[in-house]
């Protein structure tokens, strides 16, 4: 008994010991993971984030041997890197945000917590190409808005702007997915995608109505982007919603 008494004293502290070595084993085998507050909330959808603008970045930062995953929540408010080994803001992230015009806040660790509740989470944390789901949403929001104000104010018909709509969402779930720099988003922001929009709809309203259209939805465009102070990127030289 006294032998059996021995050996429990023994072992037992030993296996503390080891459990002890396996958990913070287990704990340096956690990846480190940095938040950061950026400001890349979609203009034409501002409860999401950007995909255009986020994209970029994203496959940037995963290029990088340092990076494990990037990820950006889904409101577009901070992007989370999940680093190999140790944290590299100034060397490695901060280039990176800087070439793409994209301002950014690291987050302590009281600020970050309500983050790493969520992280990697469906639906509301998007990794890479994954960002591409928010262009998608933001295809259909700016389908809507083209034709929101135009049936509203009598000037086309319901199936007039069913035949407009889907040919808009069409359009730009192909165009928001490409990749673009921040000064070629906005340059097609400003010209190209709205040279577009308006030829969609003159092939089913004609030129008069189109223009009439177009007005009306720049118009409520100005309107929201002052409303939700999305109006103004970071890093673009121009108003999303200026008209020149």
Not at 94 to 112: A, S
Request: charged share 30%; proline share 4%.
């Amino acid at each position: 008994m006294k032998r059996i008494a021995l050996l429990s004293v023994l072992i037992i502290p030993m296996l503390v010991v080891a459990g002890f070595i396996v958990n913070n084993k287990t704990k340096t085998r956690e990846p480190m993971v940095t938040f950061y507050e950026t400001p890349l909330v979609c203009n034409a959808a501002p409860e999401i984030g950007c995909g255009s603008r986020s994209k970029p970045v994203l496959l940037e930062l995963e290029k990088n041997t340092a990076v494990k995953e990037a990820w950006l929540n889904r409101p577009g408010t901070v992007i989370a890197i999940v680093w190999e080994n140790k944290p590299e803001t100034e060397a490695i992230a901060k280039p990176i945000f800087e070439k793409n015009n994209v301002e950014f806040t690291e987050l302590d660790m009281n600020e970050d917590a309500m983050y790493r509740r969520t992280f990697r989470k469906i639906n509301l944390w998007y990794r890479g190409t994954g960002v591409d789901e928010l262009s998608g949403e933001e295809a259909t929001t700016i389908a809507e808005n083209s034709v929101k104000y135009a049936v509203e104010n009598n000037l086309i018909n319901d199936e007039e702007a069913q035949k407009i709509r889907i040919d808009i969402e069409a359009y730009f779930k192909q165009e928001l997915v490409k990749i673009r720099t921040n000064e070629q988003l906005n340059e097609d922001s400003q010209n190209k995608f709205r040279e577009e929009m308006f030829k969609i709809a003159e092939k089913y309203i004609g030129k008069e109505r189109s223009e009439k259209a177009m007005e009306l939805y720049q118009k409520n465009c100005e309107k929201q982007c002052k409303k939700d102070g999305s109006c103004t990127q970071p890093g673009i030289k121009k108003d999303c919603c200026d008209k020149n």
